[in-house]
């Protein structure tokens, strides 16, 4: 999975899906706590996307 590959960078994955338009926000808004991201990382990036 993507997000265990990217343990390291997450913030920037995150940071780049959010700003990307290939997936809606809500999807990655319902998505994050299903695949574990912390929510230091969804907020930070959920604020800077």
């Not at 990217?6 to 299903?34: C, D, G, H, K, Q």
């Amino acid at each position: 999975m993507q997000i265990s590959q990217r343990r390291e960078r997450l913030l920037n994955y995150m940071i780049f899906l959010r700003l990307t338009p290939i997936l809606p926000n809500t999807f990655i808004n319902v998505a994050s706590p299903i695949v574990d991201v912390p929510y230091r990382i969804f907020f930070l990036a959920t604020f800077i996307g």
